[in-house]
């Protein structure tokens, strides 16, 4: 009898089989990430089955009703090959159809497969990594706790009100449930800079990754006002934090190259953003690293 292959939603008891898949790709998945996906959008994870096998997984998240994003597409290396990425593929498509843009970060080698699907290229996104241990200017990274009149805030000294309204003037379509369960996750720790009347002017989070081999840390998302304030931010969370870390910037933000290269990340790999359908207008010259890859 020949098993038939089938998509059902992601559940509780799949996560840790979606992140073990992608810390094996190289994904470095934070840890409570896949959670914190399947809360974002209980109807936009996808499990691909022969019979009780598990053998895929998709992400095909909508934010609201023109935005969505496609990511988390993996395939078990043994079933590879047999054509259930496509139809995991098509599963996503079809649920995403009627969406004004759609939005995925691409590997340099499949650019082609999913131009021919409609997705063309906007930038790239480059992840940089940074050993505190092995580098000498981490002696040269003090700070101060406040700047120019700005207050420096860590975890519960944050209202996740301040930070919802900064980040809703930053992002495509505002994304209060998401933010909350990111952010104020057991899994990581958030920082701020809030300025005299109380508004924020900039946020960073960092949470526990997992590496092919080890652990390390992965920041996202870090968004402020100015590059100061994101080297401010930046050098508060390198303190705080020893090993591998590792920030995924966009291309649409000139400053964020320079900046990463100032501090002493070094470049370890790309993707390149790309969209079907309308691109977002929403500027990105704020954003200097991105929350995940696998929402946008």
Excluded at 232 to 257: F, K, Q
């Amino acid at each position: 009898m020949i098993t038939k292959f089938a998509i059902r939603s992601l559940e509780e008891d799949d996560i840790s089989d979606v992140t073990l898949w992608a810390r094996r790709e190289g994904f470095a998945p934070g840890i409570g990430d896949v959670g914190i996906y399947r809360n974002t959008d209980r109807q936009g994870l996808w499990i691909g089955t022969l019979g009780e096998t598990k053998v895929g997984c998709i992400v095909g998240v909508k934010y609201n009703k023109s935005y969505g994003f496609l990511g988390l597409f993996i395939v078990d290396k043994q079933y590879r090959g047999q054509g259930y990425g496509l139809n995991l593929w098509k599963h996503v498509i079809d649920k995403l159809r009627d969406l004004e843009c759609v939005g995925l970060e691409a590997a340099p080698d499949r650019i082609s497969d999913y131009s021919s699907w409609g997705f063309n290229p906007s930038s790239k996104t480059t992840r940089w990594k940074f050993i505190s241990e092995e580098q000498e200017q981490i002696k040269d990274l003090q700070i101060a706790e406040s700047i120019d009149g700005l207050m420096l805030l860590q975890d519960s000294e944050i209202t996740q009100a301040v930070i919802q309204d900064y980040d809703a003037n930053k992002e495509p379509t505002p994304r209060p449930h998401f933010l909350s369960d990111w952010l104020f996750h057991n899994s990581g720790n958030v920082i701020a800079l809030i300025n005299e009347h109380g508004s924020c002017v900039g946020f960073g989070r960092i949470r526990r990754c997992l590496l092919k081999n080890g652990k390390g840390w992965r920041i996202g998302p870090l968004i402020a006002d100015t590059p100061k304030l994101a080297s401010v931010l930046l050098r508060s969370l390198l303190i705080r934090h020893s090993g591998v870390i590792l920030i995924d910037t966009p291309g649409l933000n000139p400053n964020a190259e320079k900046l990463m290269n100032k501090i002493g990340f070094k470049a370890a790999s790309h993707t390149i953003r790309m969209y079907k359908g309308n691109q977002p207008s929403i500027s990105m010259n704020e954003v200097y690293g991105l929350a995940c890859l696998e929402l946008g």
